[in-house]
């Protein structure tokens, strides 16, 4: 059982906007602007997306935003592509004992 | 550009040891901190442990017991060694540079699958 706890599934329409939870606890998401989130397609390595929970890499489409309200964190992704169909994750840094602690991933169906 | 590269064998026997090795080109490996991430088939994502440049390492404490990393600054290198391993150690393992406080990983190598078998 993954620390942090993502829907396993989500989906939406080409055009879009789709919303990805992370939620945690006062032991990470609530305590630290540690949050990021990455992209996984099948047999790819994971891309950074978000870190420090709003900022984007160099590179990464401003299509793509985070943002965080207590012990919960968001992925939007807004106007939607076909090549956004993949495995979403979260992390943080966390003072429990696991120090960084993944979500168990969100799929993304575009349809 | 930075790149991660993971090497080693792909299968191991249980009760033996996994030895893997992250190799680092485009940049210097004497910074940050340089972890391994694995994901077993069809699951997520669990962060094994980390090596800063100086040496000090930080693990996963549910594999704390079983895990050394290891760096080789000469050769911008760093290992992973997974000893007693299980079928539940059968996994694709990612190399990755961490950043911020240790937890972001923004470069991440290709990923190699080591399988546990006789």
């Known amino acids: 059982q993954s620390a942090l706890t993502q829907p396993a599934s989500v989906s939406g329409s080409p055009g879009q906007s789709i919303t990805i939870s992370c939620t945690g606890s006062s032991s990470d998401i609530g305590a630290y602007n540690y949050v990021s989130w990455y992209q996984q397609h099948p047999g790819k390595a994971p891309k950074l997306l978000i870190y420090?929970?709003?900022d984007r890499p160099s590179g990464v489409s401003n299509r793509f935003s985070g943002s965080k309200s207590g012990n919960t964190a968001s992925l939007t992704i807004s106007g939607l592509q076909a090549e956004d169909e993949a495995d979403y994750y979260c992390n943080s840094y966390t003072r429990s004992g696991t120090l960084v602690v993944f979500g168990g991933g969100t799929k993304l169906t575009v349809l | 550009q930075v790149q991660l590269q993971e090497s080693g064998p792909g299968l191991v026997k249980p009760s033996e040891t996994l030895s893997l090795t992250c190799t680092v080109s485009?940049?210097?490996?004497?910074?940050?901190?340089w972890s391994w991430i694995r994901q077993p088939p069809g699951k997520g994502l669990e962060w094994i442990g980390y090596?800063?440049?100086?040496?000090?390492?930080s693990y996963n404490p549910s594999l704390k017991t079983r895990v050394t990393i290891s760096i080789d600054t000469p050769k911008n290198q760093f290992s992973l060694k997974l000893n007693s391993v299980t079928a539940a150690d059968t996994a694709v393992y990612y190399c990755?540079?961490?950043?911020?406080?240790?937890?972001?990983?923004?470069?991440w190598g290709q990923g190699t699958l080591v399988t546990v078998s006789s």
């Open positions: 485009g940049g210097s490996i004497s910074t940050y901190y």
């Open positions: 420090d929970v709003s």
């Open positions: 090596v800063y440049y100086s040496g000090s390492t």
């Open positions: 990755a540079r961490g950043v911020g406080a240790y937890e972001t990983f923004d470069y």
